[in-house]
């Protein structure tokens, strides 16, 4: 990982001890500053850095002066300016109090645990569970987010696998203070709509998307390295590339990772070729590098589903990071610029269970949970859910070798889009319209979701979802499981059924991992039961949530 630390800190405050690893790549950005007043510990990029600096006169060598000057004129929220990826740790010695924070949407997650006279806090689950063992701890299975593993497929809120170690809970920052640790808000999403016109709308959109992109992409620059970015066969990925190039940063090395021959590559490829970028493709043929279990649950801690960090995984460790800037993506921007509810009434779905989850299977076993987070409606509830608990967890792979950003991360741009009617974004509509009006080359290549174009010209409406004509005998024939979109087939974005169902190999490793590790639930019998039926009598998806599950029982029970 690229930048660690561990705080092991006094309920008195009278004392701590802080361990910090730093692979020097963004080194400029990173702090570790002490004084006879202030301690101040940043890891990750602070992509507005220069106006930050700039806002206080300070010159660029100053940044760890900056957390300061923060602090002493706006207080314990000091961090709140700061746009990029980011978590830090801030200590007033003369007020005795301790400040540990993460970036507005939770990209870098921070733990925090106690253990007799200790409070304990890092950004590194593993090494934090290593630490507090080497301290006498003990680790136990949390029985409900084991659920969640089998269900949503990743913790939330404040929950990990582990009873013991606590998140903390995305918008929120801790205070220890007077012996008491506390969490406080600092950032909440809202929807407070505004009335505006279609073209106004597309034009703020645009102008905030390119600063992101902007400030983004010369933090690259600022320490001469190689832009660097995923691209696949969706709309999220494909805009942040695109539009990138249009501004000037054409220099690029784009990478992709899919099954050989599905349209992720086809597009990929072509878009690299037209845009004239080097471009690497990982095949992901065989599922083969699902075999990767106990190495990725290391860098998670089996807080979310192995698989969705093991293809990413399978690319990355080969490549050469010393000389390629921040991994720029497409993250969330389905999530954010676009919206599966057509108003903002909760009327529309009262029932919060299983929205985002991979599996329904188990629900029932955590129908009881109530939520803590005040996320307002359905639409805000899913954007932190499903979103910033459950796709941000895997990012988690990608940390290892360097810092990784999407420009629809931006606050200024999420707080606008946000603000916008729903049934603007709603299915995609005023994300297409931004496409089609502002960069109309983008739209003439397939969209993978929809399989046709974004300017395709005929679409007809289905249930109330608008599918392009040509795409409807397929839909039919795919829900029949005859498709050759089918789950059993290879042409899928994760065809896990087909790799398990043709990869006698990887069957049987999955199979054998099953059966040497299912005993360590023996304490569990209904956890165990289910685990069992899911196995033995579901998809390959909810194999792998199982195998998931066993794998980070093995960290925990080591």
């Known amino acids: 990982m690229l930048s660690t630390f561990i705080l092991e800190i006094s309920k008195t405050l009278t ?9 020097n790549k963004f ?19 602070s992509l507005n850095k220069k106006d930050l600096l700039c806002k206080y006169g300070l010159d ?42 993460s970036d507005h949407i939770g990209s870098k997650a921070v733990y925090y645990a106690e253990y007799k006279d200790y409070y304990f806090i890092s950004n590194n689950y593993v090494d934090l569970m290593k630490y507090m063992r080497e301290k006498g701890s003990s680790f136990t299975l949390n029985e409900f987010s084991a659920y969640l593993l089998l269900t949503y497929g990743y913790t939330f809120e404040e929950l990990t696998i ?39 709308a597309i034009k703020e959109i645009d102008k905030r998307f390119r600063h992101a992109l902007k400030q983004a992409f010369e933090k690259d620059n600022e320490y001469g390295y190689k832009h660097v970015a995923n ?36 597009i990929a490829r072509a878009i690299a070729v037209d845009l004239k970028h080097e471009w690497i493709f990982k095949a992901l043929d065989n599922g083969s590098f699902l075999t990767d279990v106990d190495n990725v649950t290391k860098i998670t801690g089996g807080n979310v589903l192995y698989y969705g960090l093991a293809h990413g995984l ?13 991994l720029h993506s497409g993250q969330l921007g389905d999530v954010i610029l676009s919206s599966s509810f057509s108003s903002d009434n909760d009327d529309e779905n009262k029932n919060r269970l299983g929205l985002g ?60 889009v946000l603000s916008l009617p729903v049934k603007m974004r709603y299915n995609h509509y005023i994300y297409k319209k931004w496409i089609l009006k502002e960069y109309p080359q983008a739209a003439s290549y397939i969209w993978e979701k ?34 050759k979109y089918g789950a059993n087939n290879k042409n899928n974005m994760n065809p896990l059924d087909y790799w398990y169902r043709t990869n006698n190999d990887l069957t049987f490793f999955l199979d054998t991992y099953f059966n040497d590790n299912i005993g360590l639930l023996s304490a569990y019998p209904e956890l165990k039961h289910d685990c069992e039926n899911l196995y033995f009598n579901h998809t390959a998806t909810e194999k792998n949530q199982v195998i998931s599950l066993l794998s980070a029982c093995k960290i925990i029970m080591e």
């Not at 969706?234 to 990772?257: C, K, P």
């Open 27 to 45: 080194e400029g950005d990173n702090v570790d500053y002490n004084n006879s007043e202030y301690f101040v510990m940043f890891c990750g990029v």
């Open 60 to 101: 660029k060598d100053s940044w760890s002066r900056y957390f300061i000057n923060s602090y002493e004129k706006e207080g314990e929220t000091f961090f709140y300016e700061i746009k990029g990826t980011f978590c830090g740790a801030f200590y007033d010695k003369v007020q005795k109090k301790w400040i540990l924070f």
């Open 231 to 266: 691209l696949s066969g969706g709309l999220d990925s494909r805009m942040t590339v695109w539009v990138a190039h249009e501004i000037g940063y054409t220099n690029q090395l784009n990478i992709t990772f899919s099954q050989s021959g599905y349209l992720d590559e086809k």
């Open 15 to 23: 004392d701590y001890n802080f361990i910090h690893k730093d692979d």
């Open 314 to 326: 399978s690319l990355y460790k080969y490549l050469n990071w010393k000389n390629l800037g921040i």
């Open 450 to 483: 929809e399989k046709v174009p974004v300017n395709y010209p005929f679409w007809i409406n289905l249930g109330g979802r608008k599918l392009p004509l040509k795409e409807i005998p397929v839909k039919i024939l795919s829900r029949l499981g005859i498709s």
């Open 357 to 416: 989850a991979y599996s329904t299977a188990l629900l029932d076993r955590v129908s009881d949970y109530e939520f803590r987070g005040d996320y307002g409606n359905l639409d805000i509830f899913k954007i932190f859910i499903r979103g910033f608990y459950g796709a941000n967890q895997g990012l988690k792979d990608i940390m290892r070798f360097t810092e990784t950003y999407s420009p629809f991360y931006d606050i200024d741009f999420m707080d606008f």
């Open 162 to 200: 582990t009873n013991e170690i606590k998140r903390i809970m995305i918008g929120k920052y801790v205070v220890i203070e007077n012996s008491r640790l506390l969490m406080k808000d600092f950032y909440k999403l809202k929807e407070n709509h505004i009335k505006i016109e279609e073209n106004d």
